[in-house]
């Protein structure tokens, strides 16, 4: 009989679930609320002492089920739990959540703001009111996409301002500029497999490199043998001049040995090197010298001589004036200066025969001799 009741009981909670169709949130247990635990063993106490009035195992089996089954909903009322919410204390805790998810702000009171700027443009005209013109747009965006840096616009703001640059002659497409460099006369070179020292590198890195070797014979053979590049060159001697501004103006190009003359014809040959007697216009005295470059006057074009200026003992400073110098003086004894002057060809008097006692004394007679270099610092 207590069987029969209860299998009428749950016929009629099926029934009460299939006719009242309520949205509600499914119970989910939680580890810290004990409430729903609770009235979930008070309700199997109370079906066991039911089912066990009749003294009967399968009744309190059945009872078990009952509640099982009580507990499950049915797949059509299981809904998203965004639908409905009840008033569940454990649902509490989420709402308590969110109320603290706004205040992060403080955390991040220190962090600097960026694209903060507080610089309004107000332009007219269809790109307005942040630009210009649409020229202005195009090239923001361009430089904006691409990353372009300050050297590579500079180039390109001189390649569309060129008088002779045509939009109308612009490819459409990068392979069309490319293609052009298979025309180009090309200065070949060549490669070398080299070994690389694996110490202190990375694993992955490779043993072996190419060395490139661009041959410096072939690239001045190229140069000199472009006729337009050759009408601007110039390979003569150094030229003297006040306002140096050319190469060819420099102390490098003037002892160069590979440009200029390295004689002249007077009454005798003089070459690079040669010690002279010459006539000083400033002291109005005879001088000695050596040649050590042939120039030419950038005005006049005349031949002149670069000379490093060799003292007597009368000429030194009177710090150097001892008596030991002096009797070397007579002896022959000239001395040596890292200064120097131009002096016109007509200046030259005659060549002198010295030895520069650091070297090898020379066959021929000579009158003086060289064992001291004076230097000038600060005059």
Avoid at 74 to 96: C, K, M, R, T, W
Wanted: proline residues 4%; hydrophobic residues 30%; glycine residues 4%.
């Amino acid at each position: 009989m207590n069987n029969m009741n209860l299998r009428q009981t749950r016929a009629d909670q099926q029934e009460h679930h299939d006719s009242d169709f309520c949205l509600r949130k499914p119970k989910r247990s939680r580890t810290k609320n004990s409430s729903s635990n609770i009235s979930r063993h008070t309700r199997l106490d109370d079906a066991t002492t039911s089912a066990n009035t009749g003294n009967s195992n399968s009744d309190s089996l059945d009872a078990q089920e009952y509640i099982q089954e009580e507990n499950i909903i049915s797949p059509q009322l299981q809904l998203n739990e965004n639908f409905y919410y009840d008033n569940d204390d454990g649902d509490n805790d989420n709402i308590d959540d969110f109320s603290n998810f706004g205040n992060t702000e403080s955390e991040f009171d220190e962090q600097e703001e960026y694209d903060g700027n507080k610089t309004k443009y107000y332009f007219s005209g269809s790109t307005g009111p942040y630009f210009t013109n649409f020229t202005i747009f195009l090239l923001f965006l361009w430089i904006t996409k691409h990353q372009i840096g300050l050297e590579a616009y500079k180039d390109f703001a001189n390649i569309v301002k060129h008088p002779e640059f045509n939009p109308k002659d612009v490819p459409s497409s990068l392979s069309t500029v490319k293609k052009y460099r298979d025309g180009l006369p090309l200065l070949p070179f060549k490669g070398h497999t080299v070994t690389i020292n694996n110490c202190n590198a990375p694993s992955t890195s490779n043993p072996t490199r190419q060395a490139l070797i661009f041959p410096l014979k072939n690239i001045l053979h190229r140069v000199l043998s472009n006729p337009q590049l050759r009408e601007h060159m110039y390979f003569g001697p150094g030229i003297y001049c006040e306002n140096k501004h050319e190469i060819w103006h420099g102390d490098h190009w003037h002892k160069s040995p590979l440009f200029g003359d390295v004689n002249v014809k007077l009454n005798n040959v003089y070459n690079l090197g040669d010690f002279i007697l010459y006539y000083d216009t400033r002291t109005r005295k005879m001088c000695h010298g050596q040649i050590i470059l042939i120039l030419r006057v950038d005005n006049s074009q005349d031949t002149c001589l670069k000379i490093e200026c060799i003292l007597e003992f009368n000429s030194l400073p009177s710090i150097l004036k001892s008596r030991q110098r002096n009797v070397a003086s007579q002896n022959g004894y000239l001395w040596m200066t890292d200064n120097t002057i131009i002096i016109s060809l007509a200046n030259v008097k005659s060549k002198v025969n010295v030895w520069l006692m650091d070297i090898n004394e020379p066959p021929i007679n000579y009158k003086y001799s060289i064992e001291e270099i004076v230097y000038y610092i600060d005059n």
